[in-house]
């Protein structure tokens, strides 16, 4: 069963095959550091960070404390591993399968 997203578009399909055609830690620092800003890299990392963190029942204070994040982006993370597309689940589940190869 494929995933219908709402933001799907042709320039979408073709930003995220080239995503996909990237090989290793490397080539994905070189390839962001082009295509984002470190904010918005920063960002990134620290939302999945958090995700992480609620993934691992976490309380927010603790999470806030840790990544320094503030509770709105929180609350927003919760609310996407909630009611989300999935997409935080996913990496986290092949994160942990990684971690224990």
Do not use: P
Request: with cysteine.
């Amino acid at each position: 069963m494929g995933y219908d997203s709402r933001f799907k578009s042709q320039v979408m399909d073709e930003f995220f095959e080239a995503i996909l055609l990237l090989k290793n830690q490397e080539e994905c620092y070189r390839f962001f550091e082009d295509v984002c800003t470190i904010n918005e890299l920063r960002a990134m990392t620290q939302r999945m960070q958090v995700a992480k963190l609620l993934a691992e029942k976490k309380t927010y204070s603790e999470i806030e404390e840790i990544t320094k994040a503030s509770t709105a982006t929180i609350s927003r993370i919760n609310k996407c591993l909630v009611y989300g597309a999935g997409g935080y689940e996913l990496v986290i589940d092949r994160l942990k399968d990684k971690d224990t190869e």
